[in-house]
């Protein structure tokens, strides 16, 4: 879309800036939009050295679970969102494994496939932002009916 809108307008940069002062002025006179304030700048990427304990997960948990789910087809067990039409690699970038037991509950232990669902990375942030909601753990039944009420 940008080169077609570069092709186009690339070499009318008058008539661009007409378009986008009479764009302004329908906004300004419709008074229901403010425009975003573009020139708002917000610092990001500074380095940091932190000293924290964090809770390791093991790396090959979700590929042993996209293993053991692939020959049944990849499947949101929240949502059902499935994509069978795309290259392989591009479905499992949509899942990951979330646990069904709490790690920060249970401790350090071995998680067996059981112990985990594979989720859409959306439903899986819907289920963790819903724990921080609730304040307290919220299971796969529970967030599907969330996401799918009635």
């Known amino acids: 879309m940008d080169r077609r809108i570069w092709e186009e307008f690339g070499e009318r940069p008058d008539e661009v800036h007409q378009l986008a002062?009479?764009?302004?002025?329908?906004?300004?006179?419709?008074?229901?939009?403010?425009?975003?304030?573009v020139d708002q700048e917000m610092p990001e990427v500074r380095l940091l050295t932190a000293l924290h304990i964090r809770r390791e997960r093991n790396s090959k948990v979700r590929k042993m679970l996209l293993d053991d789910r692939r020959p049944k087809g990849l499947r949101c067990e929240i949502c059902a969102l499935s994509r069978p039409e795309l290259d392989l690699s591009l479905q499992e970038s949509l899942f990951e494994a979330h646990h069904l037991v709490p790690l920060a509950e249970?401790?350090?232990?071995?998680?067996?496939?059981?112990?985990?669902?594979?989720?859409?990375a959306c439903c899986h942030r819907l289920v963790h932002g819903a724990m921080?909601?609730?304040?307290?753990?919220?299971?796969?039944?529970e967030a599907r009916a969330l996401v799918m009420p009635g």
């Open 106 to 120: 249970v401790g350090e232990r071995k998680t067996r496939l059981t112990d985990l669902a594979l989720l859409c």
């Open 21 to 37: 002062a009479a764009i302004k002025k329908a906004i300004a006179v419709a008074g229901e939009f403010v425009l975003p304030n």
């Open 132 to 141: 921080v909601l609730k304040s307290g753990w919220v299971g796969i039944a």
